[in-house]
């Protein structure tokens, strides 16, 4: 399963873009979104799919952490 999560984007070289999820910094592609530094995106298998603002991703964020947080996320496997 693969996650869209957001992170930051801190530099741009071509169509590569250095992003920062949370202090784990990331390559990720950004030929698909009219991105520049500073702005948030949308990360899903590599690639930048969407430019959101920061109190938008700050949100989702949140979320993410209170669903980590309530111990809901321990799925188990199929016997």
Same mark, same amino acid.
């Given at each position: 399963?693969?996650l869209a !999560?957001?992170? /930051?984007i801190?530099? !741009?070289?071509?169509?590569? =873009?250095? !992003?920062?999820?949370?202090?784990?910094k /990331?390559?990720a592609?950004?030929?698909m979104?009219?991105a %520049?530094?500073?702005q948030w995106?949308v990360?899903h =298998?590599?690639?930048?799919i %969407?430019?959101?603002d %920061?109190?938008? =991703?700050q949100e989702?964020? /949140?979320?993410?952490n209170?669903f980590?947080?309530?111990g809901?996320a321990? !799925?188990? /496997?199929p016997q």
């Amino acid at each position: 399963m693969c996650l869209a !999560i957001p992170g /930051k984007i801190v530099a !741009i070289d071509g169509d590569d =873009a250095y !992003i920062d999820f949370g202090g784990s910094k /990331k390559t990720a592609n950004v030929s698909m979104v009219d991105a %520049e530094v500073g702005q948030w995106v949308v990360v899903h =298998a590599g690639f930048a799919i %969407e430019v959101m603002d %920061e109190d938008e =991703a700050q949100e989702t964020l /949140k979320l993410w952490n209170d669903f980590l947080d309530s111990g809901e996320a321990d !799925i188990k /496997k199929p016997q």
